[in-house]
């Protein structure tokens, strides 16, 4: 993977499995800092007690292989990619992966039920009101 290859983004959003506790997001999110680190990936990780919404940037190959480990991952269920395509800009070059708890399910949820492009503005007007630890 080298630096040339076009930046490219995908927005997914899941759920939790049910026989995982919330605590077990610490852990994913530092195993996922350590291996995005490698591989050039920065993104943002919002988790409200049970569901994700995540959106990834970096190299193309390595954001596409990211999210595939991602589908096969048993810790998420109801994974579905929301929004795909190439980037012109980093987002999130400021971190790795940041991570937000979302105050109540009601935000996730609006973005849960949103589809594609409409989806990924929904979540990125909502960046300012989460509490991100990078």
Do not use: W
Request: glycine share 8%; aromatic share 6%; net charge negative.
């Amino acid at each position: 993977m080298t630096d040339e290859q076009p930046l490219h983004e995908i927005f997914y959003c899941s759920v939790l499995a049910q026989d995982l506790p919330a605590n077990a997001v610490g852990a994913i999110v530092s195993q996922a800092r350590a291996r995005n680190s490698e591989r050039k990936i920065t993104g943002l990780l919002v988790f409200d007690g049970m569901r994700f919404c995540q959106h990834l940037e970096g190299p193309r190959d390595a954001v596409k292989a990211l999210m595939r480990s991602i589908e096969r991952d048993l810790r998420h269920t109801e994974v579905r990619l929301v929004h795909e395509g190439p980037l012109e800009l980093r987002r999130y070059s400021g971190f790795g992966l940041g991570l937000a708890e979302s105050e109540g399910p009601d935000l996730m949820a609006g973005v849960h039920a949103l589809e594609g492009e409409a989806a990924l503005k929904h979540f990125l007007a909502l960046r300012s009101s989460f509490d991100i630890s990078g």
